[in-house]
């Protein structure tokens, strides 16, 4: 074995202290594309908002997007590196597919979630392909459950069901934020779709630390009226941006 740290090489080495760096590194790629995704549950819906960078002034922006509708049921928003989370989708759309054709109904988001984190977690035990550099955040409505779901999964393999989450660049200080809010709401679900987007938008806001426009994020709400995902136009965002900067 070579001298150094043959461990930072190594995908399933575990290093001295207990720690899979190649693990680790995935993660890190996470934050690569300098993007924060905020998701949050409320009483009868679930929404994400995540940031919309375009690359080049070139580029046409409605072509740039991090949702994608993986079912009729199921959505989810990407972040991190684009190309790993293109493969992810496609590979989340596979699984949902093969589930409806051979159990005659939608698969639920949280099977979805932890469908993929297994995929992940593979990734992890084997050299024939890297770990991707991307976390994924379900949204969907189990109308056998009637209650909306928010599940994130990320490149070790780890998934879990959320009242809300953040992942990206700025995932500490969006975490801070939440974790506040639903203390002094008594780690109550808000009631309503506009507050639970209003609290996604102000934790990216706070996370941030700047005032953010309609073109510069996207919005993704699943719920109880409209269990599809639906993605947000500008001017819908704008009316939610008005109504958060009143309050304030």
């Known amino acids: 074995m070579p001298s150094g740290r043959p461990t930072d090489r190594a995908i399933t080495i575990f290093s001295a202290e207990g720690r899979l ?74 699984e949902a597919n093969q589930w409806s054709y051979k159990y005659g109904y939608a698969m639920p988001a949280d099977v979805m979630a932890k469908k993929m984190a297994d995929l992940n977690q593979v990734y992890t035990q084997h050299a024939y392909m890297r770990m991707l550099g991307t976390t994924m955040v379900f949204l969907g409505y189990d109308e056998e459950q009637n209650m909306p779901l928010l599940y994130r999964t990320e490149p070790s393999g780890y998934y879990a069901g959320f009242k809300a989450c953040a992942t990206g660049v700025k995932q500490i200080e969006a975490t801070t934020f939440l974790e506040k809010n639903f203390k002094k709401r008594e780690n109550k679900c808000p009631k309503t779709t506009a507050e639970t987007i209003k609290i996604g938008i102000a934790a990216l806001m706070t996370a941030l630390a700047q005032d953010i426009k309609s073109s510069q994020i996207e919005i993704a709400v699943v719920s109880k009226e409209n269990p599809e995902f639906t993605v947000l136009t500008t001017e819908q965002i704008d009316e939610h941006l008005n109504s958060l900067a009143e309050e304030e």
């Open 21 to 94: 760096y190649q693990v680790e590194y995935a993660m890190k790629a996470v934050n690569q594309q300098n993007t924060t995704t905020i998701g949050v549950r409320g009483e009868h819906c679930a929404i994400v908002v995540t940031q919309k960078k375009v690359p080049d002034a070139l580029v046409d922006a409605s072509s740039v997007t991090h949702m994608h509708t993986i079912s009729k049921n199921i959505g989810c928003c990407v972040t991190g590196l684009e190309g790993d989370g293109r493969f992810k989708v496609d590979q989340a759309r596979q």
